[in-house]
């Protein structure tokens, strides 16, 4: 009977990463089925991924990166991965990778959402070219920026032990929709520290108009 039929919620997971971590990207479908097979069909959740190698549409005329954001729906998981390669430089970000990390960054800010996940390889190939060491001190700067916020993971090898990528990756998102079905927590429990920006403008002229204030012009408030 129809009426009978259990909803199942949809959770996208987006995944961002430079081209180098091909089979790391690979194994997330594999990952995705198992979940699906047990903890989907208990939780009543289904898990779909959404990369840009094949989910995303060729179309002449906008940039790479541009025809993937305009692509990507919602989601509400941000799964970043990063080997040796940071990526291509794209507008006024380093590559498209960070963009997405930081857009996604910028939206949990405002609303809580998605649940940020990065996860950088602990024993990368050694790289040898001065393009490929370049790129590679490139992603050490930005592993340090992550760990700094907290929101890090790190694997050795794809899969074969418990530091595996897909190991981790397995449990980590096993873990996350056990939390949110049972109601835990539904936001990224690590968060990067966003302060609010004071205009350098506006502390330039703050502390020149401070300077022209003399001691005269304080006058002292009747107490109440």
Request: aromatic share 8%; hydrophobic share 35%.
């Amino acid at each position: 009977m129809t009426g009978d039929r259990k909803v199942v919620r949809l959770i996208r997971v987006f995944v961002s990463s430079p081209g180098d971590v091909a089979e790391e990207r690979e194994v997330l479908e594999e990952v995705v089925r198992r979940i699906n097979d047990i903890d989907g069909q208990e939780q009543g959740v289904r898990l779909e991924l959404f990369r840009w190698e094949t989910d995303v549409v060729p179309c002449i005329g906008p940039s790479p990166q541009e025809n993937v954001d305009a692509q990507t729906p919602r989601f509400d998981i941000y799964l970043g991965i990063m080997s040796t390669r940071f990526g291509t430089p794209t507008g006024e970000h380093g590559s498209g990778t960070e963009k997405e990390f930081r857009d996604a960054v910028d939206r949990w800010g405002r609303t809580g959402k998605p649940w940020i996940l990065f996860y950088f390889d602990e024993d990368p190939p050694l790289p040898r070219s001065t393009d490929a060491i370049e790129q590679y001190l490139a992603v050490r700067k930005f592993h340090d920026e992550l760990l700094a916020m907290g929101i890090i993971g790190t694997f050795k090898g794809v899969r074969g032990s418990s530091n595996g990528f897909f190991e981790q990756v397995d449990r980590h998102l096993r873990r996350i929709l056990h939390m949110w079905a049972q109601g835990e927590q539904e936001t990224p429990a690590p968060a990067p520290d966003l302060k609010p920006v004071v205009p350098q403008a506006y502390r330039d002229w703050l502390r020149a108009r401070c300077t022209e204030i003399g001691c005269g012009s304080i006058e002292r408030r009747p107490e109440k």
